[in-house]
């Protein structure tokens, strides 16, 4: 990776899409998030949790040279998540034209994380995800909870040339260790604005090649029908507090990264 050594010019290293326990399946601290950053020199990080706009404290990353971009996954009322980047106020259950109405009229940007995860991704949810693909800026090509097939890479691909989406490689992180796992790296002029650079730079991708595999992943347990048959009778409150709790009393080792290009794979 390349490091901030012009006076004309920054690197930007990002996260665009990671949840806190705010989101009902995340477990990070902000605090965490922000150690983290630190660790891994990722000085440009997108909170995104389930359809709540994160208010954070962005003072307390900035100090550490760190943009904190307030972001929001949005459910459309078939399921579908949809990112919205430097937006501030959430909708729920709209329709995927209200959701990317929503995410334009803040003036933010539409990133589509995951399109073929099952039961949430825009491309397993719809049968013609086009008018969301015309509207959007950038896709997911690699996401730490989902990984693409070999057909599902090739549609991606056809994506970004067919309607000019900027790929990302994003952690999807629920967890501290997660974080960070994938990363996107800007370079940009300095005191440029930092949405633009967005919209019209493509990104190079990395992954921490510390990791044989993402670090979000299900285990084989969990996938047994009798656990299943058995966890769902337990009421989702309950299951919840008990993870959160067991996750804040944890040890959590924040790893320094050791990256390694992903691009070179798909281009």
């Known amino acids: ?127 013609d995800p086009s008018f969301i693909l015309e509207n959007s800026n950038m896709i997911e090509l690699y996401n730490g909870g989902y990984s693409n097939t070999k057909e599902e890479m090739r549609k991606i691909l056809e994506y970004k040339e067919k309607y000019d989406l900027k790929l990302l490689a994003n952690s999807d992180s629920h967890k501290i260790n997660q974080f960070g796992y994938y990363i996107n790296q800007f370079i940009v002029k300095r005191n440029t604005d930092l949405k633009s650079n967005l919209k019209s730079i493509q990104p190079e991708l990395f992954f921490d090649s510390n990791y044989k595999s993402p670090p979000r992943k299900i285990y084989k347990f969990q996938q047994n029908k009798s656990y299943q048959k058995y966890i769902l009778r337990i009421p989702f409150i309950i299951k919840r507090y008990i993870k959160l709790i067991t996750y804040l009393l944890s040890f959590k080792r924040i790893a320094t990264p050791s990256y390694s290009h992903l691009s070179k794979k798909w281009k």
Not at 40 to 52: F, M, R, S
Not at 78 to 94: E, R, S
């Open 1 to 127: 990776m390349q490091s901030n050594n012009s006076e004309n010019k920054k690197i930007i290293n990002a996260d665009f899409h990671c949840h806190t326990f705010k989101s009902f399946d995340g477990y990070t601290t902000p605090n965490e998030i922000l150690k983290a950053c630190i660790l891994k020199k990722i000085n440009c990080v997108a909170i995104t949790e389930h359809d709540l706009v994160n208010k954070l404290n962005k003072f307390k990353f900035q100090q550490f040279g760190i943009e904190l971009i307030e972001g929001c996954e949005y459910t459309t009322n078939k399921g579908a998540h949809i990112i919205g980047l430097f937006v501030t106020t959430p909708i729920h259950g709209g329709s995927y034209q209200e959701v990317i109405e929503h995410i334009q009229n803040q003036n933010g940007l539409v990133l589509i994380p995951h399109p073929f995860k099952k039961k949430s991704g825009i491309c397993s949810i719809y049968k």
